[in-house]
T-cell receptor
Framework: DAKTTQPTSMDCAEGRAANLPCNHS???????VYWYRQIHSQGPQYIIH???NNETNEMASLIITEDRKSSTLILPHATLRDTAVYYC????????????FGQGTRLTINP | DAGITQSPRHKVTETGTPVTLRCHQT?????MYWYRQDPGHGLRLIHY???????DKGEVSDGYSVSRSKTEDFLLTLESATSSQTSVYFC???????????FGQGTRLTVV
């Protein structure tokens, strides 16, 4: 079973920031938080990952709470192309990427 | 794209027939994975490989076998296809530092 809990769906207006929450209350000290997204029927796409510090890249920002039990993915200026299912996943950094996908959050960006 | 090619992209086969799906990479990555995705489920790991001839089972490995005789190719075989194996199959690859996985475009398999 997935170790994360996400809302089933969210809406966001184009050009606004999209904030996607994720709860991972049972995360272990050697586990990272990863975010992937899946646009329509394409293969999942890596977005970002982090351990305990906030992270930012060209796609998004990841905010992890101090107790590491939850996190938020931020898409700063959402576009219609960001409409997708977003998956929050926790995994140990060592070894193979045996990703356990939950149901994810279906994010719809509205014009 | 991360240099991953899945073939075929679509296939319809009959129950009881053998089927082999191929994943080919041009990135020389160490890790390769096979996932399946069904309505109402997220992606589920079938098998993975951490090197040539080194493979291991994932969450839903029953009814599937894999082989990796060279770095660039990872084959998924259904020895005797069943209707429950109708699904979309995704291959993924990962570098040795293992920071992220890159996914292929998927193979839609229908078993009738």
């Amino acid at each position: 079973d997935a170790k994360t809990t996400q809302p089933t769906s969210m809406d966001c207006a184009e050009g606004r920031a999209a904030n996607l929450p994720c709860n991972h209350s049972t995360i272990s000290g050697n586990e990272y938080v990863y975010w992937y997204r899946q646009i329509h029927s394409q293969g999942p796409q890596y977005i970002i990952h982090g351990l305990k510090n906030n992270e930012t890249n060209e796609m998004a920002s990841l905010i992890i709470t101090e107790d590491r039990k939850s996190s938020t993915l931020i898409l700063p200026h959402a576009t219609l192309r960001d409409t997708a299912v977003y998956y929050c996943i926790v995994r140990a950094i060592q070894g193979a990427q045996k990703l356990v996908f939950g149901q994810g959050t279906r994010l719809t960006i509205n014009p | 794209d991360a240099g991953i090619t899945q073939s075929p992209r679509h296939k319809v086969t009959e129950t009881g027939t053998p089927v082999t799906l191929r994943c080919h990479q041009t990135e020389n990555h160490r890790y390769m994975y096979w996932y399946r995705q069904d309505p109402g489920h997220g992606l589920r790991l079938i098998h993975y490989s951490y090197g040539v001839k080194d493979t291991d089972k994932g969450e839903v490995s029953d009814g599937y076998s894999v082989s990796r005789s060279k770095t660039e190719d990872f084959l998924l075989t259904l020895e005797s296809a069943t209707s429950s194996q109708t699904s979309v199959y995704f291959c993924a690859i990962g570098r040795r530092d293992n920071t992220e996985a890159f996914f292929g475009q998927g193979t839609r398999l229908t078993v009738v």
